[in-house]
């Protein structure tokens, strides 16, 4: 799967609220952004029987790494997930 990590320094803040895991709301400055799979074309083809065929498609998009301080570590988080981006950093 193709695989891009870009640092983000200093990083925007970003909150926001992530679905469907443990992370639910989440305010912090973003690290790092992740980009996976961007390029369909350039996407996995799906390989032998029971592969879903969607797989791919549901794997596209970017992720950001949010240094919350009301966690002990950063948390991955989709950006659809990200609700309000502001440059500066997230000291409070």
Known sequence: MAFEL???TPGPLGE???EGDEIGEFRGSVIAIAL???D???APKPRG???RRDRGAAR???YFLVCDPE???PV???KEGITSQKVGTAAG
């Open 40 to 42: 369909p074309l350039s």
């Open 76 to 78: 991955w988080v989709e």
């Open 60 to 62: 596209l998009g970017h």
């Open 49 to 51: 029987r029971g592969h």
């Open 71 to 73: 966690r002990e570590a």
């Open 16 to 18: 926001g609220e992530a």
């Open 36 to 38: 996976r799979d961007t």
């Open 6 to 8: 870009i640092p983000v």
